[in-house]
Nanobody, 127 residues
Framework: QVQLVESGGALVQFGDSLRLSCVAS????????IGWFRQAPGKEREGVAC????????YYADSVKGRFTLVRDHAKNSVYLQMNDLSPEDTAEYYC????????????????????WGQGTQVTVSS
């Protein structure tokens, strides 16, 4: 059974850092493209970052480039989202999604491309 579990969300202050975890079970993340998305109240779910399976490519939304970094951990079958220099604009529910598809710069941020989703973890950044 394929399952994704996110964790690490918290209430933090402006400028703080957080590391979100996406732990997979039922499949090996090495072969899957893992995307991180976020959804703020009243807004659409938007792509934050993506780590492409098998080739190591990574993509980031312009709003997080230079602040967020993806890290894969083969031993823990996980993908982490390291978030630095957080601002209130980063406040949202964060989700990870997985797909066997080889995504690229044209479609990694399209949530329709992902087959599996976790339940989300809340990140709140106070000013």
């Amino acid at each position: 059974q394929v399952q994704l579990v996110e964790s690490g969300g918290a209430l933090v202050q402006f400028g703080d850092s957080l590391r979100l975890s996406c732990v997979a079970s039922g499949f090996t993340v090495d072969y899957y493209t893992i995307g991180w998305f976020r959804q703020a109240p009243g807004k659409e779910r938007e792509g934050v970052a993506c780590s492409v399976g098998n080739d190591g490519s990574a993509y980031y939304a312009d709003s997080v480039k230079g602040r967020f970094t993806l890290v894969r951990d083969h031993a823990k079958n996980s993908v982490y989202l390291q978030m630095n220099d957080l601002s209130p604009e980063d406040t949202a529910e964060y989700y990870c999604g997985a797909t066997l598809g080889h995504l690229d710069g044209r479609n990694w941020y399209d949530k329709q491309m992902y087959a599996y989703w976790g339940q989300g973890t809340q990140v709140t950044v106070s000013s």
